[in-house]
């Protein structure tokens, strides 16, 4: 995934010099072929395209401007920048040459084809529990689509980081090869199987440690390029607690009438979530409500009760910039249906992180014309302190106690974006 | 260059003209006929039916050209709507007077000042009102030279036209002001004008520079919205929920203390804020809103079930019909529930049916007004389509005589047809007449102008053809069901004002503009050579959602499905669609467009094409009377981001006499980019609640990273013959050639509007 | 009062701070370049460059604007002498009703000044924001290529914020 970009970079520097371990970093190359060695039904491309859309492959291989799965997105980190890779059918740039074999290879241990070993800013220690046949039917249905002629532009590192065979001593710490196929039928192993496997979720939402190895309690949450993903395990804890229905229609549309729209890394998230089958995202939300801690997380620090100037600034400014939308009988209300600003996740969550870079970023809009949630970012409209005011004015419109040191959190959140 | 919009009314030309009707019989477009008295498709009364243009409805040339000391003045009822068209009639007006254009001024659209040629719409402006100021100038310009000549004592035909001045041989010379001294051109115009040569026109056929566009590039006062005069209040309006929904409360007291509040008007359902300043109006307005409770009324159809419940209002039945090859249009007199089509019979026989949603005008900017009540004159300033009208329906809607009614024409952000022009007009004059001396701006929100414009109507249609075994036409059944296309002010009912106050008025009941103009039925008549057509329209008059005129009105729909059955019949005969349409056509001017945007593209009848790309081609002459456009598109479709991308569009176009080539242009550009995003995106979410699409991610429009990569207007200038007219005639072509193109990409043959959310839902 | 600096001139406005800036230019300042459109900063109309970034004003508090430059399309050029981006759209009539082009001028002018010679797809990408109903869009298009052509607006040696 794109977002987890920072940790493992630093993990490969500590460990660049650890030459001794290079002998485990090996790999042999996979001959070409000419075209795919299986046979490719409509039903198998089919199969293939929902795969796909689970895996979120789009979400990094098909970026604006650029044909789909040619590539190309430049995930910057403080190191450096990684470009994503052209995965369609194109012999010299993409994957033309690719037999399964060394499809699956990549997907289940990170090794190209010629045997270079991956950046794990691809997910493969998540995608190697899929299936066999899932990954044919992805195999299928990417070798189907249009070959783009597209060399990925060289990545942007210093030289300890480009020393690939480094990353073999991280697969020994995080990589678990093999597949981790669904129990029964039931949707709950359904779920836990897209959950682990295709979608990835903890890659974002488990906390990273110092290498960039998920370390954190499993789905326990996470930080994404300045956003904070909530944990998954607590929802049915949260002010509004989540419910399958509602989390079903927020993964699906991006919208879930209790809690808001999605945002930030989650927004493509949901947008490739919208084109699989709907028992698919009803199977992840029916095991995600499986999951759930039995007691509530603690509460954090509440922070000092703003004073009324604060308030009234903030309350000024959500006049000022906020009600069109977000008024009190407003359209969005009434005609859209959109749940009031108080009851959103991102206001209702244990930091202001998310409100503040909602308000910094906003929410854009998608790559062609379709209904949509947007928003406009204030990055360039608003100061700091007038962010924090606003920020705590809003939770103060909320049943929650007020978030500590909102003014750092915004001063900081700024600087994480200037990073991006 | 100068306009003078306040000069002072000096005396009332349409009192004389009342009585002076002259009752002859014409034949209008062939068939239609028209009389003394009756009025036009555009809601003016005609007066004169043998004159050229809108000399039938204002036959005095003074009217239309007024000369005085202080110079020359054209009038123009028609208005400046963003199409380029007051640039276009200012050049017409030039050469017929021959006058360089910044030697006078040329006013449009006053009630108090110009002649009154109903509504700026249908792609008329230049077919009725450049007509009517070709031949008044030319008219006047005899008459000024025959006057010349008489005090100059040289015969006429001796006399030389050179900027603004009249000379004779011997060197004396007479400026216009003075040759028109003591003459009177207060007469009736002339059936026909003296001729003008083509090829000695100074601004005709060129391509003069927009005469509004250095104000707008440069931030100067160019639309009502730039209006500021002193002592202005700022007006705001509450409406309710949706259609139908009654005032249950709304805290009036408490919003009438906000700061900056002059006045809240509660009437009825009627809530409105006026205020000193603009932000200060907006949050009262809020404050109002929040306050407010209303009581829902009516329930609403979805998306999913418009075009089911369509079928089950009430509804008048049109049957219009056309025997033989050259036969003429036949609209019968509507009936409750006309008996079906009779079933076509050929050797073979197609069906298409397409649907198409509800769409919004969606002008940039929200309409707006200004109007103050002063010296018991009522002014309106106001970029509605049809100041005339207006002034009737807002006099009705006060209790005023129409004399005590002035409504000015200022531009407002493009409008594409019956907006909410003159609700917000009305509602500036309604709140003008309770607050005299004051002028009251009034500014609609996005969500208000969304929610409460007239929108462009869901339509279904149903085509049946008949062809022999050559793939010659042999019968033809369209059958169609649309809520109106014209709800125009013909009653002041007609604003939106008037239903909410407590004396409410209800709407004059629904009529369309009948054929051959047609309504939802426009273009619905083929030009295709067939002997036996008829068209059914079911025209419902029970609006689930208020509709009325949008560009094009039922030629978008309708257009597509004709163009979809001739692909049909071309694939079903194993013919080229380019070459079996000009099989099916006898009108040579449809044929040239045809070839000439076939040949420009370079269609070939069996492209080799990369997967997912696919070309189309459509044809249609604006209501069979006007424009000729034909065109053809290649497109990209990509499945996985579930979009189109319009790769290249040709078009080529036959408008009669060009009077400027790049406003054409530009309008041509202008009609396919609009279409593309109706045909491609647009629908109005409706359920529940009414109309759910309250702003731009509600109701998502193209935006630039899907403007095509290019389009290539060629033109096929035709000069000397009448102007007919453009900035409706792509609408139609393009929807349908871009419909044929995405069937060709995907192999799916879709005819339900808009085309992306319906080819992936 | 406010203290706020457009097209290089400083003007002191009693107002409420949080008033949008679009209703300050058009009603305190009477200039007419910014419009309303949506209020909601869906649609551009109201574009106005604040130290040299472009902002929808309707949403950008008139408070925000304290030590900042403001710059709206009647700082670009007057009719008598259009700047580069008006006298492109001029050239090619680039207008039909005209009300979105102030916002689409104010919002090229950014990236012109950013980006000397932009890529077809960068102006597209960059242009999102703001739209056009009447499908002027291919004009608007080419009056901007034209200037980028040219490079006359970009500012040499500053380098923008990436975006």
Known sequence: MRWRRTGYVAGAVLLAGVIVFAAIAWQPAIPPVKSPDIAITPELVSKGR?????????????????PAFSGGLGLRTPFGVIYTTNITPDVETGIGAWSLDAFMRAMRHGVSRDGHLLYPAFPYIHYTKVTDDDLRAAYAYLMTQPAVHAPAPRNDLPLPLRFRPALAVWNLLYLRPGAAPALDASPRERGRYLVEGLGHCSSCHTALGIIGGESGRYLGGGDVDGWHAPALDVLAHAPRPWTVEQLSAYLTTGLASEHG????????????????????????????????????PTAPKAGAVADASQLARGHALFDGVCATCHGDGGPMETQLGRPPLAASSALQGPTPRNAIMMVLQGIPWPSHPKPTAYMPAFADNLTDDQIADLVVYLRSTTSQPPWPDVRDEVRRARKDLSHD | MTTDRDEPVSRSRRAFLAGGGLMVSFALFGSLRVSAGQENTLGATILNPKLPGDLKIEPMLDAWIRIDASGVTVCSGKVELGTGVRTALWQVAADQLALPLERFRFVTADTALTPDEGYTAGSHTMADGGTAIFHAAAQVRAMLVDAAARKLAVPPERLVLENGVIK????????????????????????????????????????????????????????????????????????????GATLVSADVDAVSRMPGVVRVVHDGDYLAVVARGEWQAVLAMRALQASARWRQTETFPDNATIHDVLKTLPRLDYVTTRQGVDGEVHQAAPVANAAPAAASTGARVERVEATKQYVLHGSIGPSCALAVWRDGILTVWTHSQGVFPLRAGIAGLLGLPKEQVRCVHVEGSGCYGHNGADDVAADAALLAHRMPGAPIRVQWMRDQEAGWEPLGPAMETSLEVATDADGALTAWRHALWSTPHNERITNPGRLLPAWLVSQSIAPSPPSPIPQPEGDADRNAVPLYRVPDVRVDMHFVTQMPFRTSAMRSLGAHIN??????????????????????????????????????????????????????????????????????????????????????????????????????????????????????????????????????????????????????????????????????????????????????????????????????????? | MIELTVNGATHRVDVDPATPLLYVLRNELALNGAKFGCGMGQCGACTVLVDDRPVFSCLYPVSSTAGRRVRTVEGFGTPEKPGPLQQAFIDRQAVQCGYCIAGMIVRAQALLERVAHPTEQQIREHMNPNLCRCGTHMRILDAIRAVAATGELHRAGEKGPAS
């Open chain 1, 50 to 66: 929902t795969v796909v859309a689970l895996g979120d492959c789009a979400v990094c291989h098909s970026p604006e401007g650029h």
């Open chain 2, 559 to 761: 257009v597509v499905t004709i163009e979809a059955m001739m692909d049909r019949l071309a694939a079903a005969h194993g013919k080229d669609p380019v070459a079996y349409r000009l099989a099916q056509l006898d009108d040579p001017r449809a044929k040239a467009v045809i070839q000439r945007a076939a040949e420009a593209f370079g269609w070939t009848a069996n492209p080799a094409l990369p997967p997912n790309r696919g070309v189309g081609f459509a044809f249609a002459r604006y209501k069979n009377l006007m424009g000729y456009c034909a065109i053809a598109l290649e497109v990209e479709v990509d499945p996985d981001r579930r979009a189109v991308r319009v790769d290249r569009v040709v078009t080529a176009v036959d408008c009669g006499q060009i009077v400027n080539p790049d406003g054409l242009t530009n309008q041509i550009e202008g009609g396919i980019v609009q279409s593309s995003s109706w045909t491609l995106y647009e629908q109005v979410r409706i359920g529940a609640v009414g109309v759910e699409s309250v702003d731009w991610q509600s109701y998502p429009i193209l935006r630039f990273p899907q403007v095509p990569a290019r389009i290539d207007v060629h033109m096929i200038d035709q000069p000397g013959m009448p102007f007919l007219g453009a900035a409706e005639i792509a609408q139609g072509p393009t929807a349908a050639a871009l419909v044929s193109a995405v069937a060709q990409a995907t192999g799916r043959r879709l005819l339900r509007l808009p085309l992306v959310p319906h080819l992936w839902p």
């Open chain 2, 168 to 243: 004779a041989p011997d060197g004396r010379q007479l400026t216009y002001e003075d040759a028109a001294a003591g003459l009177d051109l207060h007469r009736m115009a002339t059936e026909t004008s003296p001729p003008s040569d083509p090829s000695a026109y100074r601004y005709i056929g060129k391509s003069v520079p927009r005469v509004d566009i250095l104000a707008k590039v440069t931030g100067g006062a160019a639309y009502v919205q730039d209006m500021r005069p002193d002592g202005m209040l700022h007006a705001r309006v509450v409406r309710p929920p949706n259609h």
């Open chain 1, 261 to 296: 729209a999605s945002a930030g890394p989650m927004r493509p998230v949901t947008d490739n979530l919208g084109d699989v089958p709907p028992e698919d995202v009803h199977a992840i939300a029916t095991y995600l409500m499986t999951i759930q801690t039995s007691q509530p």
